[in-house]
């Protein structure tokens, strides 16, 4: 685990102590800072011990000057913005890492620079294979575990906390949120489409989603060991990373419609293309947490009045205001339409039996599956690749010949 990922963790996770400390949880936060304290034991791997004084230096300097960010008392907006930011930092360094471990081992020079891990959790396709091979054979990849663990870990996310990781996590749809917002500086105008053809656009994503499922299910389980000891699969994260920086004319026609759609509609391409957002959606009707309605106390019903800035506050554009239950696909528990409504008690995200979560307890969570199942998966062994470098340096010289 390279110092970024370190670092990242070990914020994430001592941030959600704190978090569970102020909220009252105080022996969530105890067991959290148990299993915390056991896995550094149990590895005393340097980095995580360096990662934890950043994390505690750099929590205690905020709390200095940003008490109600430490204890999470902050408007739901605010706290998602900082999570979303700080994610994104960490996946932009990660990124650098990297790139810059796959330009040395070009070079044929031993990289000093560690390979991230954690870049594994962009070949879903690799990680479906591999939660496959575990299910039907028992058999652990050892080139890129960390692909079956983000897959399981982001499934998790959306069974438990609806399309969260979406709207707090996604460094993709922050970057989307950014091109919508300088796309409005230039034209303010909107270009919402029609009914009719919004939902034949939403349902792209489901397609590329069925054909990422074909190409799992449909490799036999015989085959899978295999696939798992190719060439091509030891660095299928080079073979992606090639994709995208020598790109063709269609790969880049592709691109450009990507971001336009993404600077044309708010969210465009998480509700139009990201298959991620696809099965997330799916998972999210399974989700006991769902923005509801509390009709005693909502303006519109309690007062008569005309009230619809929850649903001008959504950026997927479910109209809020007319529906007890919100159980749309498209919701990504931003709670935006929470923190926009007049009346706390009017909407929140809950179970059916009334448990509610905040937007610190949905932090809490996130981080929780986010952070902990990986330190988890590291501790346990199931975590760093096993590919050796020299193989991966012998491997990169040949990119463009190797194939399925």
């Known amino acids: 685990m ?3 990922e370190s670092v990242t963790l070990m914020l994430a ?7 569970l400390y102020w909220s009252g949880k105080k022996w969530g936060a105890l067991l959290t ?11 005393l791997y340097w980095p995580l011990l360096l990662a934890l004084f950043i994390a505690v230096i750099g929590l205690a300097i905020t709390n200095r000057y940003h008490p109600e960010l430490i204890k999470g008392t902050v408007r739901a907006n605010t706290l998602r913005e900082v999570c979303q930011h700080l994610l994104a930092l960490s996946m932009l360094l990660v990124g650098l890492q990297f790139a810059a471990n796959a330009a040395l081992l070009k070079m044929g020079i031993t990289p000093w620079l560690m390979r991230p891990d954690v870049g594994d959790g962009f070949l879903p396709i690799a990680g479906g294979i591999e939660l496959k ?5 028992g058999i652990w990849d050892q080139n890129h575990p960390a692909a079956a663990v983000m897959l399981t870990v982001v499934l998790l996310t959306g069974l438990l906390c609806k399309r969260a990781f979406c709207g707090w996590a996604c460094p993709l749809g922050l970057a989307g949120e950014y091109l919508y917002k300088l ?13 009719w053809l919004d939902w034949p656009l939403r349902m792209l994503k489901y397609l590329l989603l069925a054909g990422f499922f074909y190409i799992i299910f449909s490799m036999p389980s015989a085959s899978i060991p295999q696939y798992l000891n190719s060439h091509y699969h030891k660095i299928a994260d080079l073979k992606m990373a090639l994709f995208f920086i020598t790109p063709g004319v269609v790969t880049l026609i592709c691109f450009g419609m990507i971001l ?4 044309w509609r708010r969210q465009g391409f998480c509700r139009y293309i990201c298959p991620y957002g696809a099965l997330l959606g799916l998972l999210s009707f399974l989700s006991p947490f769902k923005i509801r309605r509390n009709t005693q106390h ?13 649903t001008r506050a959504c950026p997927a554009a479910i109209s809020v205001h007319t529906q007890k239950h919100i159980r749309s696909d498209e919701c990504q528990a931003c709670m935006r339409c929470v ?4 009346k706390k008690e009017a909407l929140h995200l809950s179970t059916r039996k009334g448990f509610t979560l905040s937007a610190r307890g949905l932090t809490i969570m996130l981080f929780m599956l986010l952070f902990m199942l990986p330190l988890i998966a590291y501790v346990s062994g199931f975590w760093v690749s096993q590919t050796p470098t020299e193989m991966r340096m012998y491997l990169i010289q040949h990119l463009n010949a190797i194939g399925h």
Request: with cysteine.
């Open 2 to 4: 390279t110092i970024i």
């Open 13 to 19: 996770l001592v941030y959600s102590i704190s978090l």
């Open 33 to 43: 800072g148990g299993l915390l304290i056991g896995a550094l034991a149990i590895t």
């Open 133 to 137: 091979a575990i299910i039907s054979l």
């Open 183 to 195: 796309r409005k500086r230039v034209i303010k105008r909107e270009f919402m489409p029609p009914a």
């Open 260 to 263: 336009a759609l993404a600077a």
């Open 298 to 310: 909502c303006l519109i019903e309690s007062k008569g009045m005309h009230c619809d800035k929850c």
């Open 339 to 342: 923190s926009a409504c007049p």
